[in-house]
């Protein structure tokens, strides 16, 4: 075995431990190799239980957040899923795995760029993505069966919730301020929203309209 192989499995045991229960999720993050997806300075933390920063302001999810969040949103090999901020594309490359098609939202051109490299690699010929702003979403893909949110809202983002089908599942950090923000499951029902507060979190903000262009960023 592997220094990496090891590294992985003691990964994957601790997700275990921290609540990452469903075998789905738990061998979709153990196929997808996280090294691909984080900073070559950061190669030794790539299976470490930590965010990492990846350019633009931006991180990749702890593992941990990664599982949780994806077992939360209950996807099915079916579905169509929505995903508001494409970062490194190592969430996406977990979703794309667990469901039948992938559309995915990033402000960044660069990081876009980069994350489409990554899933090209590995073959993830089930996701499409662009550049935008992720708080209008994909109006013309929706409804869809799950939309994931990685990044943290003030308030519910409405045109998100219209474009989740009926009996569709949303996952996203919700709260004004990083002490304060939870992560919450919003199902979208014949009569309305139900809401589930989940676990407390810390993300970056979920920002509505574009960067400015200003050249490379990393």
Same mark, same amino acid.
């Given at each position: 075995?592997?220094?990496?192989? +090891?590294? =992985?499995?003691?990964?994957? %045991?601790? @997700?275990?431990?921290?609540?990452? +229960? ?43 957040? #990664?599982?949780?969040?994806?077992? +939360? @949103?209950?996807?099915? *090999?079916?579905? =169509?899923?929505?995903?508001? /901020? ?21 402000? &960044?051109? *660069? $990081?876009?760029? *980069?994350?489409?490299?990554? $899933? ?10 662009? #550049?935008?702003? /992720?708080? =209008? ?32 599942? %949303?996952?996203?950090? @919700? /709260? ?5 923000? &939870?992560? #919450? ?24 309209? %574009?960067?400015?262009?200003?050249? =490379?960023?990393?």
């Amino acid at each position: 075995m592997s220094a990496e192989d +090891a590294r =992985k499995i003691r990964l994957i %045991m601790e @997700l275990r431990r921290n609540g990452v +229960a469903d075998t789905r999720v738990l061998s979709a993050i153990e196929r997808v190799p996280r090294e691909l997806f984080v900073p070559r300075t950061f190669d030794d933390q790539a299976y470490d239980n930590t965010a990492l920063p990846i350019g633009c302001g931006q991180t990749i999810s702890q593992p941990t957040v #990664v599982g949780m969040m994806s077992q +939360a @949103l209950n996807p099915g *090999d079916r579905m =169509k899923v929505l995903e508001i /901020g494409t970062g490194s594309g190592y969430q996406t490359a977990i979703l794309a795995q667990l469901c039948r098609r992938v559309y995915t939202i990033e402000r &960044h051109r *660069d $990081l876009l760029r *980069d994350a489409e490299q990554r $899933l090209l690699a590995l073959g993830c010929s089930n996701v499409t993505a662009k #550049v935008g702003d /992720g708080t =209008k979403g994909w109006p013309e893909q929706a409804p869809f069966d799950r939309i994931l949110v990685t990044a943290a809202a003030t308030e519910m983002p409405e045109a998100l919730m219209q474009q989740l089908a009926v009996g569709g599942i %949303m996952v996203l950090p @919700l /709260g004004p301020r990083p002490e304060n923000q &939870h992560v #919450v499951r919003v199902t979208r029902t014949e009569d309305g929203f139900q809401t589930e507060t989940l676990w407390a979190v810390r993300f970056v903000p979920l920002i509505s309209g %574009m960067p400015e262009e200003t050249g =490379k960023t990393r």
